[in-house]
């Protein structure tokens, strides 16, 4: 009979075994909460340039036109313009008077701001907030109902304000200053989860080349 048995004790105790776990856990826990806000922030920059380039083309448009506005102070077509747009399919509203050479501006619902001028083709057009979205309207021919109505920001653009300020001579006055509109606006993606949703306020001024 072998009496040379040893014992091993290279075993764990279980004191040891929780202690490794829960040095475990904590690492995973850690690394986990770490990959989620790496995916968050990816997202909301993702989210943050949807909402830039959504927006941007919309802004070149606008200010493309809004710089080639001519001075147009022979008589008030605009007013004769905007008078029917307004009151279909929008609330109706008392015409807006021309009271500046190149911008004009007038609150149709008391909180969304209107900017209407005339183009370098002697065309009245219209830019304005209806429904969370951006909108312009054209004139296309001679007549009060020669125009046409058109979405300048994408359906999963939300615009919850906008803003029109403009510098300008009055329309009986001397010209002695040049132009300017800004605009100003409060723009976010629909689509987007509350977490990753981003809102900005655009804000650009814009001159008109057109001189007397």
Known sequence: MNNNIKN???????LEII???GIFSIVIISATGIFQKVIESQRSAIAAQNTQESIRYAMEVMS?????????IDND??????????????PPVEAPDKYNKVFNTFDWEATND???????????VSYFLNKETLMVARQTGSNPGDYYIASSTPDEL??????FVVKDDMKDDFHDTQPLVTIKMDVEMKNENDIN??????QTTVSSRYYE
């Open 158 to 163: 939300k615009i919850s304000n906008l803003e």
């Open 197 to 202: 949703k981003q809102a900005f306020k655009i």
């Open 64 to 72: 493309k036109e809004t710089r080639i506005a001519i001075s147009n």
């Open 8 to 14: 091993n004790n290279l075993g764990f105790s279980l």
């Open 77 to 90: 077509y605009c007013a004769l313009f905007l008078s029917p747009i307004f009151g279909v399919p929008l």
């Open 114 to 124: 209107v900017l209407y001028f005339y183009n370098n083709y002697n065309f009245c």
């Open 19 to 21: 202690i490794a776990v």
